[in-house]
Each structure stands twice: as C-alpha cells, then as structure tokens.
C-alpha cells in the first residue's frame, strides 16, 4: 500500500494547526470580493484554486445544470436547437424529423431512470482499491465532517448540490478547501502506486487484437462530451443506424439538465423498451471496477466460445491527459478499448486534442491512467 495518504494524514494535523489564521487571512481578503461575485453568478458554484502558502488566489467559475441558460422558452427550444445544430450533422432532417428524434430519445432517457444498475464485476485490484477509497473517506471526514464523497469526482460528474458545497467550504473554510484538494491529488497519487508495485504482472496482460469489436470512430465536440461519444461509437455500431447525436445529446439533456450523465445512464437507455422496439436489439452490460486487462481478456473470450455470433465491446475510463490542467484535475476521459500487446494499447480516443483512431498508448503509462479512475469501464455483447 503506498505511503502517500498516511503522509497526507501528518501534513492535515500540521496544517490544522494553523488552518485557522490562515482562514481568517484569506477571508478578509476576498469577503467584498466574494459579495460582489455571487450578487452577480446567482446559484452558480464558486471554485477556486488555492496555494494556502503563497496566498495566491485563480478564480474559475463552474456553471451548474442549467448551461443553457440563453435558450429561448419553453416552447421554442426545439426550433432553437434545429437551427443552431452543427451543420455538418443532422443536416438532411426536416424539422419534423428532427423533433421526432429528440423526443424519442427523451423519452428513452426517461425511461432508462425507472431501470436498476446491472451487474458489476469486482476484478483482481478491487479490494486494494476499495481499502484506498475507504482510506481515503475516513480522511475526508477528518477534514470536513460534512463533506460530499463527490469532491472526489471531476467537476463534470459533480452534482449542482456538490458544487455549491464546494463553493461554501471555499468561502467560510478554505484551509479545508485547499486540504481537500491536497487529499484528491493524493488519492490519485495512491492509485497509481498500486498499479506501480503490480507493473511487472499486469504488463504482461494482453488483448488480441479482433477479441473486441472496432466500431467506426466519432470524434467528440465542444457539446458532446467523451463518454457520449464513446457510447455513441458502440450503439451505432450495434444498431447499424445513426442515432443522429444532436438529437441524441437534445434528448438526454431533457432528460437530465446536463451535458455529463453516469455511465449507467447509457448503458440502461440501450435496455429500454422504445430501443428495443426500434432497433431490435438488447444488448447485455456487465460493468467493472479493479480490473485488468486479463479480466477483459477473459470475459470477452467466454462470451465468443459460449455465444457464437455475438460481438464484445468495451469502454473504458481514464485519466484525461488531453491537456495538463486536465490531468491536474483529475478529469475522466472514456476511450473504446480495442486490443492490447507486448507495449500498446490501442483504443479509440474521443479527443480532439490527442485523440484519434487506434490511439496507441505505452502500456505502462495507459496503466497509470487506467488505475486513477479506479481500473473500470463496461463490457456490451450485442448480437451481429
């Protein structure tokens, strides 16, 4: 077990010590300044980067749910959407087509809330991750008592609630904030050490490449996230149909009121009945956590030896590395995981930074980024 969250511990009591000067320094400074921020931002969570030592203050703003807040009524939101949709998709549709679409996958999204989670495999790192995370929680609650477990979550995946708490704690406890923020970044820390002390076994892991099916591949866009896109990759591939993504991504967010949703969210819409009415197909969906490469290896081979004529899709979620600030602030990235060798990791990366089709990654780096975002993803078999 890596050594960094017990550090963290002795530098929290240290810090405690003198939290509470530090907290009245800062919050004199920035009282009027705060006033005057949150007069202006509503309900608006206030996030802030803080170097407690140096004082030194960046200021970013994090818009809750509601991201569209210049779009007309109500009852005019379709015809807005139609006409501000990217012109190079979604195109040939009539407004009536296009209306029909949005409603159709609203409801699907609607639909998909009333339906249970499915299974989840616990893979062979499951349990060191777990004595980490719980670790990590009892930390937590030394810092702050009340706080979300959702301040381990990228801001994305936060809910409105989470980021105002944040917010809170910023302004009336911000030696709590900034160890907050010391304990995030450690836990990751921690969760590549694990990886670390099991490099030698888990880099002779491989997936041949053909074992997991190669949809054709989407690149994501400022208003579709990664996770939509991966998915995406996977259902139209599934299906053999376009499901349109501004229709798609207009549907879900009527749905849900944000351009992120979990994981689940995608993997229940395919088990819904207005997408099994349409499309004719129910894929099946096991999720992991603490898995390996070997763990794919052998579920996606039981399922072609068991199930002939069936195909084995994965996504995967990593640690973004499309930018540095992205890295730093642990953001989650989903890939579609196509095989794995000696040194690569071939996989279809969303990003338009770094991305791209069969991105190959360095197996030992994709290692790292896999194991802070706790080594999971989703398994789909569909029928061909």
Not at 64 to 69: I, K, L, T, V
Not at 183 to 193: K, N, Q
Not at 254 to 280: A, C, P, Q, W
Request: glycine share 6%; with cysteine; charged share 30%.
């Amino acid at each position: 077990m890596s050594d960094t969250l017990p550090r963290l511990e002795e530098e929290l009591y240290r810090l405690d010590k003198y939290g509470g000067r530090i907290a009245d320094i800062v919050l004199s400074r920035r009282e009027e300044q705060d006033q005057s921020l949150f007069s202006r931002i509503g309900d608006t969570a206030l996030l802030d980067s803080v170097d407690i030592d140096e004082f030194n203050l960046e200021i970013g703003l994090v818009i809750d749910a509601e991201e569209y807040s210049h779009r007309p009524g109500k009852g005019d939101i379709g015809e807005w959407m139609f006409q501000h949709s990217n012109k190079e998709v979604d195109r040939h549709m009539t407004y009536d087509q296009w209306e029909e679409y949005v409603n159709f996958f609203r409801k699907a999204f609607d639909e998909a809330l009333t339906i249970e989670p499915g299974r989840t495999i616990h893979g062979p790192l499951y349990r060191d991750i777990d004595d980490l995370l719980g670790r990590s929680h009892q930390l937590l609650e030394l810092i702050y008592p009340n706080a979300s477990q959702e301040v381990f979550y990228p801001k994305g995946y936060q809910s409105v609630e989470a980021r105002a708490m944040i917010g809170n704690i910023w302004n009336y406890r911000p030696n709590a904030y900034y160890m907050i923020k010391k304990l995030v970044a450690a836990r990751r820390e921690a969760l590549a050490d694990l990886t670390d002390s099991r490099m030698p076994e888990l880099t002779k892991h491989k997936i041949d490449s053909g074992l997991l099916k190669e949809p054709e591949f989407l690149w994501q866009y400022a208003d579709r996230a990664c996770v939509s896109t991966s998915f995406l990759m996977v259902m139209e591939d599934i299906y053999q149909d376009s499901l349109y993504y501004r229709s798609f991504e207009e549907g879900r967010y009527l749905t849900h009121k944000s351009s992120i949703v979990d994981d689940k969210e995608y993997l229940n819409v395919m088990k819904t009945e207005f997408f099994k009415s349409r499309f004719g197909k129910e894929p099946q969906c096991v999720s992991f956590v603490g898995a390996s490469l070997e763990t794919i290896n052998k579920f996606a081979e039981g399922v072609k030896k068991r199930f002939l004529g069936n195909n084995v899709y994965c996504i995967i979620t990593l640690l973004s590395d499309s930018f540095p600030e992205a890295m730093r602030g642990g953001i989650w990235h989903s890939n579609v995981l196509l095989s794995a060798d000696d040194e690569y990791v071939t996989v279809h990366d969303p990003s338009l930074h770094r991305g791209g089709p069969n991105r190959k990654i360095q197996k030992e780096k994709f290692l790292h980024r896999w194991a802070q975002a706790h080594n999971r993803g989703h398994l789909i078999v569909a029928s061909r």
